[in-house]
Nanobody, 123 residues
Framework: VQLQASGGGVVQAGGSLRLSCAAS????????MGWFRQAPGKERESVAA????????YYADSVKGRFTISRDNAKNTVYLQMNSLKPEDTAVYYC?????????????????WGQGTEVTVSS
């Protein structure tokens, strides 16, 4: 599956952004989807994940209550709504797809990656 992320930008602290990730090439609903981020000088970290049907979701503690992951299988798209953004949310955000069955919260097994979209939160 090919993934194309979009929606990044520059926003002030406290603001909101909505990231989108459009999938093509294979049956989107056969994949768990995740959002990851990598800040400068830091390792990539898992932000959120959603199962195939959209009925189960996982969030990292650092974004719980502020970010919402969702998906529209009819549109082959996964979203990340980011509210109450903080400067520490500044990173390149990547969407990823996983066809194999894993515990949703694990970051392992994601085989397909988008190109990344940059989010900058100014203080």
């Amino acid at each position: 599956v090919q993934l194309q992320a979009s929606g990044g930008g520059v926003v002030q602290a406290g603001g909101s952004l909505r990231l989108s990730c459009a999938a093509s090439g294979r049956t989107f609903s056969n994949y768990d989807m995740g959002w990851f981020r990598q800040a400068p000088g830091k390792e990539r970290e898992s932000v959120a994940a959603i199962n195939r049907s959209g009925g189960r979701k996982y969030y990292a503690d650092s974004v719980k209550g502020r970010f919402t992951i969702s998906r529209d299988n009819a549109k082959n798209t996964v979203y990340l709504q980011m509210n109450s953004l903080k400067p520490e949310d500044t990173a390149v955000y990547y969407c990823a797809g996983r066809g194999r069955i894993y515990i949703l919260a694990t970051s392992a097994g994601f085989d397909y990656w988008g190109q990344g979209t940059e989010v900058t939160v100014s203080s």
